[in-house]
């Protein structure tokens, strides 16, 4: 059975910091590329940030580049994202999302498993 259990998300104030995680279970974690992707009230779901596999490349949105990196950790299954200087506009849920078979990173439908969402909220 696959998983992905983000954690991490809070309330937190303009220019903070959080870091989320997401660990994987139930396929191979290792061989998968895994992103972050967010979504706003009222909003589609946008791609924030993706790692293509261990030691492999790594992508972020315009939006988010220079202040957030995501990471993984391959021996623990989980892929992480530092948030830093953190803007009200970042306010979302944060979901984990992971891709077996790779493809445009950026297009939420070519992922395979996604987990449940974590909530950010960023005051100003």
């Known amino acids: 059975q696959v998983q992905l259990v983000e954690s991490g998300g809070g309330l937190v104030q303009a220019g903070g910091s959080l870091r989320l995680s997401c660990a994987a279970s139930?396929?191979?974690?290792?061989?998968?590329?895994m992103s972050w992707f967010r979504q706003a009230p009222g909003k589609d779901r946008e791609f924030v940030a993706t790692?293509?596999?261990?030691?492999?490349?790594?992508y972020y949105a315009d939006s988010v580049k220079g202040r957030f990196t995501i990471s993984r950790d391959n021996a623990k299954n989980t892929v992480y994202l530092q948030m830093n200087s953190l803007k009200p506009e970042d306010t979302a849920v944060y979901y984990c999302?992971?891709?077996?078979?790779?493809?445009?990173?950026?297009?939420?439908?070519?992922?395979?498993?996604w987990g449940q969402g974590t909530q950010v909220t960023v005051s100003s």
């Open positions: 999302a992971a891709q077996v078979i790779f493809n445009d990173y950026s297009d939420y439908k070519h992922y395979d498993y």
């Open positions: 139930g396929f191979t974690f290792s061989s998968s590329a």
């Open positions: 790692t293509r596999r261990a030691g492999g490349n790594t």
